[in-house]
């Protein structure tokens, strides 16, 4: 573990001087089943990076026989919805009872190695549990937000053909009850490929089995024996897909293979995080992101730590509720989402009454650009002016944090990610791809070399893989992001310079919302930006054409339901403006520019419109906005 700038610049240098010794050397910390003797072979242009090509492994090996001195450390707490209702623990003996007996249940199903299988629960243990025992197997897990919709799911359902969905009869969340196996039913409607529904009890909710297809999993648990092998899996076979959405087009599922991936997340939560044995650690992400993969399930457990899942949400029963939860357990080190921390904050300093967060020694960030002020409050009220505050930067697709300080290593300064971790070579363009040397000026965001857990491909679509991140700028992963450098070499992560909205964390992509919004039957068509949104960081506005209607519409509630039930509540636009007209360069693009200038109640300043054909639409998108906002 690096303990000291000292460490770190020695880390770093010889992390980028010779990558291969670096990471080789590191591996040396697992159990492999053959011990890989190449380390990397890459390229960018194709791309085709394999790190350990010819080791074997298993990921849950070692998760759980490497940590088998520590079995009886605990390795998951489960905080439930209720404060009331009894929480679980299990140690890692207890967890890999539990994984070893969902294993055999999958494997009684039919699933072998390289199956794809669909997770789509509620905050559970079922659903690290499962993750888990599909990596025990080598079945390739595909785990979906339980937040989405029908049509989301059956989207990811089919595109990755999945045998099997699991699922749980319901989902409590806040003052809710969401039902979870109605939407699997629904989902399947459209799909051809699964074969079997294993459902998860939690709610009690009355659900629908069918005969010959849905299974309940506390059924077939007792059926089954409690170990079970690890199946021996090459390095680059797919450990996971995950889905997630770019500016064009459906979501892609990104993929992560099996030891780049549990090299890379081990090695940075033990060093962002500077977990010490014994030490309670809380990630308040859900596993349906990459967050909640790599920092509430993978890294931790790897790492033989203690990690708490949560089922609620941050406000129910009340705004006091992480707080009390971190005072519960006597948490050490927390990370969330900056849009938690300014809604959180929007509630009033009375929820932090009674809570004394002294345990905290590490506070962490992610998702999306920290606000000053966010970041104060942060600092002030949770960290007590004694924690750093780690922003750590990275995506989907980087499957580990890229850019962050190191707690009481690297210095911290509010909004800047600052260093790159060992291994990770960023570099600035310009738009014409030539590097930025000089401080202080934006550029496109890239990485220079393969670090271990960088994505794979895309599914099913390696072409798509290759135009979305390797190019943009030929020769390297472009990330999409816009960012600065300071004159410390600390980097500022600016957002996303092409057409994805940062919606609380969340990837929304403009296209994908826009579909949704077409399919409501009064739309003629539309275009989505976004906007500066004071909790969301940046909320979704919708400039919408309708056709000509006689009767009276609630356009707002009837776009927003039909986006609702194509992609799911997190689309929802908050601001639709409905206008005569889009405007549209003479190839028939739209110039979001303009309407993300608007949408920002910017009204001037709209660049070059030379190119655009229709400019008076633009006064009149103006004077519907001004209307709209009085
Ligand atoms: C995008 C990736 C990585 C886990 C959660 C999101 C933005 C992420 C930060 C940060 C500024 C950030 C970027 C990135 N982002 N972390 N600390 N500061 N921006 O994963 O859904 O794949 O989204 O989130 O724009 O590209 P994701």
Not at 36 to 49: I, R, Y
Not at 106 to 128: C, N, W
Not at 163 to 185: A, H, M
Not at 378 to 398: A, H, L, R, S
Request: aromatic share 12%; charged share 25%; with cysteine.
């Amino acid at each position: 573990m690096i303990k000291s700038i000292d460490d770190y610049n020695n880390h770093y240098k010889s992390s980028v001087e010779n990558p291969k010794k670096y990471w080789k050397e590191y591996a040396n910390n697992f159990i492999w089943k053959k011990y890989p003797n190449k380390v990397l072979a890459w390229n960018f242009n194709e791309p085709d990076v394999k790190w350990f090509e010819d080791g074997k492994l298993n990921i849950t090996e070692n998760i759980f026989e490497r940590n088998e001195n520590n079995k009886d450390d605990i390795a998951i707490i489960w905080e439930p919805n209720e404060p009331d209702e009894k929480n679980k623990i299990f140690t890692y003996d207890q967890l890999f009872k539990e994984v070893c007996s969902f294993s055999n249940v999958l494997k009684k199903m039919g699933v072998k190695k390289g199956d794809r299988v669909i997770i789509y629960l509620p905050m559970i243990p079922e659903a690290a549990i499962s993750m888990l025992a599909c990596a025990r197997i080598g079945a390739v897990h595909s785990v979906v937000f339980a937040g989405f919709s029908a049509k989301s799911l059956s989207d990811r359902i089919n595109d990755c053909s999945a045998k099997v969905v699991i699922t749980s009869d319901g989902n409590f969340r806040g003052s809710k009850v969401v039902d979870v196996k109605g939407v699997v039913d629904d989902a399947l409607k459209s799909s051809q490929c699964v074969e079997n529904v294993l459902t998860i009890k939690r709610t009690g909710s009355d659900v629908s089995m069918e005969r010959g297809r849905d299974v309940w999993y506390h059924n077939q648990k007792n059926l089954v024996d409690d170990y079970c092998p690890p199946e021996e899996m090459h390095s680059e076979d797919l450990l996971f897909i995950l889905y997630t959405s770019g500016s064009t087009g459906k979501p892609k599922g990104v993929v992560h293979t099996c030891a780049g991936y549990m090299l890379y997340t081990q090695f940075t939560f033990e060093n962002v995080f500077q977990y010490s044995k014994g030490d309670t650690y809380w990630c308040t992400a859900d596993v349906g992101w990459i967050t909640g993969h790599s920092y509430i399930v993978y890294g931790p457990l790897l790492k033989g730590a203690k990690t708490i899942m949560f089922e609620g949400v941050p406000t129910y029963p009340d705004a006091s509720r992480f707080w009390k939860i971190v005072d519960k357990y006597n948490v050490n080190q927390f990370y969330t989402a900056p849009t938690a921390i300014r809604a959180l904050q929007s509630f009033g300093k009375q929820y932090l009454e009674g809570s004394s967060l002294k345990s905290l020694k590490v506070i962490g960030s992610v998702g999306e650009p920290i606000n000053e002020e966010a970041w104060n409050w942060y600092n002030d009220n949770i960290g007590k002016n004694n924690c750093p505050i780690v922003d750590t930067w990275w995506q989907t697709e980087t499957g580990g944090i890229m850019i962050s300080p190191l707690p009481n290593i690297i210095d911290c300064k509010p909004t800047y990610a600052t260093l790159p971790l060992p291994g990770i070579q960023p570099i600035l363009l310009d738009n014409e791809g030539n590097e930025i040397l000089e401080n202080n000026i934006e550029g496109n965001l890239c990485i220079k070399y393969p670090w271990p857990s960088i994505l794979r491909t895309t599914y099913g679509d390696h072409k798509r893989c290759k135009e979305t991140y390797f190019s943009t700028f030929k020769g390297y992963y472009f990330t999409g992001d816009g960012a600065k450098r300071d004159d410390n070499g600390f980097y500022r992560i600016l957002g996303r310079v092409d057409d994805v909205i940062n919606v609380s964390g969340h990837r929304i992509g403009t296209a994908e919302v826009e579909d949704a919004i077409n399919q409501n039957i009064e739309v003629i068509e539309s275009a989505v930006v976004g906007f500066p949104h004071e909790i969301k960081g940046q909320g979704i506005f919708g400039f919408v054409i309708i056709k000509d209607s006689s009767e009276k519409i609630d356009y707002f509630n009837s776009i927003r339901e039909t986006v609702n039930k194509h992609i799911g509540p997190i689309a929802k636009p908050d601001q639709i403006l409905i206008v005569p007209g889009l405007p549209k360069t003479r190839s028939g693009k739209i110039m979001r520019r303009i309407l993300r200038k608007i949408a920002s109640d910017e009204f001037d300043n709209f660049g070059d419109i030379s190119t655009l054909l229709n400019p008076e639409v633009v006064e009149e998108i103006i004077t519907n906005y001004k209307t709209l906002n009085n």
